[in-house]
């Protein structure tokens, strides 16, 4: 047994993140919420713990209170010109005060300066409701690198666009009410106007039709916990709200989930497979095993794919009523209590030879998303498992390093507007969901991240090297 070796987190430049501490309290009022076991049953939440708040300020100007109609009235474009200090916040927005559990100031809002010099905000292309008109291909699309190195797409600054909307609406049908937040009632929209900007390069705008193009005849996976599926759904509602929907098929009841256009002849597909390794019960006692060296039942509806983009992490961190295992098996034996990060390990292995074995490196590009942040830094822990054993394998791997700057992104969870509003008032003791991201919002940008990763080769989240 051969664990893997951690290795440096990559180092970000922290210029984004100055002069802000948020309280522990500010958002951490909000309890985590339950997960319940059947067989690999939809994630809801993680363990009930204190997150530890870190430095988690980006760069922004005082964004505008949003009315509860949903109509904001139009505002000038912002331009920046050079940075300016930062707007001062009132201290209902940073300090430790008790809200009410309706209120929404009690989401915490980062503070940003303003972006660097000479530098604009691109105004997003306006949504349809019914089906956006497809976008004209972009011409071989590139990073407009500022310097000779290879351009870290994953270290930069949120930009806020008053006048930024989403590319796709609340009625998206592959949205379910855990994310739908417009839907179950939250009053603003402010979440959905930060677009990301890396530092040392600028990256192509998603574009839906070169997408498209680039899916033409393929098939596109995505693998792994309900952070996958939150990503998923985002990408599916991205290319679905770009024809009609006649042009489209729509499996949302089935496994896998899956979106597919008739035109392009192209499927996107999610299955849920939390811990990318096998999970049985003994139907004698009913024990929960985990199976570290033997991969999902499911891997072999993967083969063949085009696309392929794995996670895993979150649920190997819980515990208690919330673990969804009672024994590890490894090598026959079975085992009732092991290290964490020892097990992460083990099964990360056992993905990484089953990809090494069975992908066809010349047809089939492969991504691995890091962990969706818990505002608790255990990520980083997991994050440097992954990466170690990523370099020690023969295929290449793309490596979606998200976790930084969507910690930076606490105003973009469901919190308690996962559920309708009206139940949540009927019902006060509802945990609110801090895992899981608003849909339009934050796994949108993980999708053009994505997206730029396939567009361009001088992207850094190209196959990890030592």
């Known amino acids: 047994m051969e664990p893997s070796e951690p290795s440096k987190l990559n180092k970000h430049s922290d210029s984004a993140l100055q002069n802000t501490s948020t309280s522990p309290t500010s958002f951490g009022q909000f309890p985590t919420p339950n997960v319940e076991f059947s067989q690999i049953s939809k994630l809801t939440g993680f363990p009930d713990s204190a997150p530890q708040i870190m430095n988690t300020s980006v760069l922004f100007s005082e964004p505008p209170r949003p009315n509860t109609e949903f109509s904001e009235p139009s505002k000038p474009k912002m331009e920046f010109s050079g940075p300016s200090k930062l707007t001062d916040y009132p201290s209902s927005a940073l300090q430790n005060t008790t809200t009410s559990t309706l209120s929404f100031d009690q989401f915490p809002r980062p503070d940003m300066e303003t972006a660097r010099p000479e530098m604009e905000i691109s105004e997003p292309s306006k949504p349809n409701m019914d089906f956006h008109e497809p976008s ?9 690198n500022h310097s000779n190195e290879k351009c870290d797409i994953f270290d930069g600054k949120w930009v806020y666009d008053p006048e930024g909307k989403p590319l796709y609406g609340p009625q ?78 729509i499996e949302t009841n089935r496994i896998p989930r899956s979106f597919r256009s008739k035109d392009y002849n192209c499927s996107v597909e999610f299955y849920m497979n939390p811990f ?101 830094g255990q990520h980083y822990c997991y994050n440097q498992i992954v990466e170690g054993r990523i370099r020690r394998m023969r295929t290449p791997v793309r490596y979606l390093n998200i976790t930084k700057l969507s910690q930076y992104r606490k105003d973009a969870h469901p919190s308690i507007y996962s559920s309708k509003r009206e139940k949540l008032m009927i019902n006060q003791k509802q945990s609110p969901d801090c895992s899981h991201w608003c849909l339009p919002g934050l796994p949108d940008t993980w999708n053009m991240l994505l997206y730029v990763s396939m567009v361009s080769s001088n992207s850094s989240s190209w196959h990890l090297m030592v």
């Open 276 to 376: 990318l390794v096998q999970t049985y019960v003994n139907k004698t006692d009913g024990t929960r095993v985990l199976r570290l060296d033997q991969i999902s039942d499911s891997a072999r509806r993967w083969q063949g794919a085009d696309i392929m983009v794995f996670n895993t992490g979150h649920w190997w961190m819980h515990k208690g009523r919330f673990q969804s295992w009672d024994l590890f098996q490894y090598k026959g034996k079975l085992v009732e209590e092991m290290k964490r990060e020892s097990a992460f390990g083990m099964g990360l292995r056992t993905w990484a030879r089953w990809v090494d074995r069975y992908v066809d490196r010349t047809k089939t590009t492969v991504f691995f998303r890091s962990l969706s942040p818990q505002h608790s």
């Open 172 to 249: 998206c049908p592959f949205l379910h009410d855990q994310v739908s937040c417009r839907r179950n009632g939250r009053p603003d929209s402010d979440y959905e106007k930060w677009s990301w900007q890396p530092n040392e390069c600028e990256i192509p705008r998603f574009n839906v039709t070169d997408m498209f193009e680039r899916l033409r005849g393929k098939r596109l996976i995505m693998v792994g916990d309900s952070l996958n599926g939150n990503m998923w759904a985002s990408l599916a509602c991205l290319l679905y709200s770009a024809i009609p929907p006649s042009r489209s098929h």
């Open 136 to 144: 004209k291909i972009i011409e071989n699309p590139k990073l407009m």
